[in-house]
């Protein structure tokens, strides 16, 4: 009985739960910011490595020696609102969203590709190249525009697109 008591009693307090939970979610949220658009849009094998990494790492800092049902829930449920919260708060101001969400960067215009823009946003060649065969747009200067959007996806506007009404 005392072992079924122990899993749903937390051991660490409350508010220190909703605290840490607090730090290394904005810490993180800092962090992914800061990383990069590709970093969340184009998933490599590696990537999946560095989530593991740092979902392993900021574990223990999330709940210390706490692993009671009741402890991971407040910290679940605490990270969920954080999540919730940001969203709300971004879809109602604009200086925010662009603060939390970014804005699209623009990595090509009329033909021309900007390759120090690609390699300063961690895109490469084959990547634009790829999104360029996705859209059915064989050739750079077929390019109307193209954006590294905030999600990491690569939006190309080909001139033809651009020109229909």
Same mark, same amino acid.
Request: net charge neutral; charged share 20%; no cysteine.
């Given at each position: ?6 899993? !749903?009693?937390? +051991? ?10 607090? @730090? ?25 490595? @560095? ?26 449920? +605490?990270?969920?609102?954080?999540? !919730? ?17 970014g804005s699209p960067a623009l990595v090509a ?10 390699r300063r946003l961690n ?13 059915? @747009? ?18 190309? @506007? ?8």
């Amino acid at each position: 009985m005392h072992f079924v008591e122990s899993l !749903w009693q937390p +051991t660490t307090a409350i508010p220190e739960l909703l605290l840490r939970a607090t @730090v290394v979610y904005f810490a993180l949220f800092v962090l992914i910011r800061l990383s990069g658009k590709r970093t969340v849009g184009q998933f490599t094998p590696f990537d999946l490595v @560095v989530v593991m990494l740092i979902s392993e790492a900021t574990q223990s800092a999330l709940v210390e020696h706490d692993a009671s049902i009741t402890g991971a829930l407040i910290v679940v449920a +605490t990270l969920i609102a954080l999540n !919730w919260m940001l969203g709300f708060v971004g879809a109602r101001s604009r200086k925010l969203d662009r603060l939390i969400e970014g804005s699209p960067a623009l990595v090509a215009r009329d033909g021309a590709v900007f390759y120090d823009a690609l390699r300063r946003l961690n895109v490469s060649e084959a990547d634009f190249r790829e999104a360029m065969r996705r859209e059915g @747009v064989p050739r750079d200067d077929q390019i109307r525009f193209a954006f590294l959007e905030t999600n990491g996806e690569i939006t190309i @506007v080909s001139r033809e697109a651009a020109a229909k009404p």
